[in-house]
Every structure is written in structure tokens, then in C-alpha cells.
């Protein structure tokens, strides 16, 4: 389900990310972690030509990968110095029953170079717990000296955060 965003007059970027769940065995039966997929293209809307389109796939920092989170979904880029930063929703997953399942266990953002699309990082908070990606509306604004503010939602509870220097600002937090 790839989404897209208009970032100027000028670009567009078209996204996705698919959680891979990979196996010890041919069988699918001996779980060894979920990776995540990501494809990225930035667009030029003059022509609706794609200017670049990378791909990456990645495991998450290892204190969400032992729990066995995964990316499941990136939407709402804004651009900040340099950089794309993507809200996103982590699912878990189950492996005895070999399904996703909610449950947040931090809030996240995908970051990459712009406008190469380069060099996927994801930052985390466990100020708030939550989908930054929003449903079909931005998530996040971009502020003229570089802050970001965003919202972060669990389905219960929406906490507004801030990032600042390319990284969430832990004195910030409005719930």
C-alpha cells in the first residue's frame, strides 16, 4: 500500500514498508527475527517521473528486534535540514501464534538523507507510545528553525512531541 506526500511545488515522495518475518527453516517453522523493507522514490511532478528510488531493509535496534517489533508502515514525511522524517506504526509480532499484533512500545520515526534517500535511521522515545504515521494527514509540521513537532497516538491517547536537532527533545511532551 504505497502512500505519497507533496513535499514542494516541485516533489513528491512515494513510500512503503513491509515487515518480513524470516526463518531459521525452509518450513517457516524456526523463527529468527522480522525485517523491514522499505521503498523509497522521490517524484517530480512536472513530469510524475521518479528522480530517485532506493530501497533499504533493515532490522530495528535490538531492544525492540528481541520483542520482535518490526516497521509496518511509513506515511507523512516532512523535511527538516537535510533530512526526511517519516511517522511510522511498529507492530509486533507473535511467534506462536504467527501473527501481528498492536501494541506500541515506544514512538518512532524513520529518518533519511534528502534528497538521496540514503542512510535509514530510526530514532525513538519512550516519552510516548505510539503510531507517528498518521491515517491520510500529516503527523508532523516542520517549523522554519528546524523543529518538528509531532503527534504520537496509541489509539487511547495522542501526546504531542518535539524533535529537535534530529532527535526527539525530551523535555517536551503535551498529552
Not at 157 to 173: H, I, V
Request: include cysteine.
Amino acid at each position: 500500500n504505497p502512500r505519497w506526500t507533496k513535499i514542494d511545488d516541485q516533489y513528491a515522495l512515494l513510500h512503503n514498508a513491509t515487515a518480513v518475518v524470516n526463518y531459521l527453516d525452509s518450513a517457516g517453522t524456526m523463527f529468527k527475527d522480522r525485517t523491514t523493507k522499505i521503498t523509497l522514490n522521490l517524484v517530480r511532478l512536472a513530469d510524475m517521473g521518479i528522480e530517485k528510488n532506493v530501497t533499504h531493509e533493515f532490522l530495528l535496534p535490538t531492544e525492540d528486534l528481541a520483542k520482535h517489533y518490526a516497521i509496518t508502515r511509513i506515511d507523512c514525511p516532512v523535511i527538516s535540514n537535510g533530512k526526511a522524517y517519516y511517522g511510522v506504526t511498529m507492530n509486533q509480532y507473535d511467534t506462536t501464534t504467527q501473527e501481528t499484533v498492536s501494541g506500541f512500545i515506544s514512538t518512532a520515526t524513520l529518518v533519511v538523507d534528502y534528497p538521496s534517500l540514503e542512510n535509514p535511521t530510526v530514532i525513538s522515545t519512550p516519552i510516548a507510545k505510539g503510531a507517528t504515521n498518521g491515517y491520510r494527514t500529516p503527523n508532523a509540521h516542520a517549523f522554519e528553525n528546524g523543529d518538528i513537532y509531532q503527534a504520537s497516538d496509541d489509539g487511547k491517547q495522542t501526546t504531542f512531541l518535539r524533535l529537535k536537532n534530529g532527535a526527539y527533545d525530551a523535555s517536551y511532551s503535551l498529552d
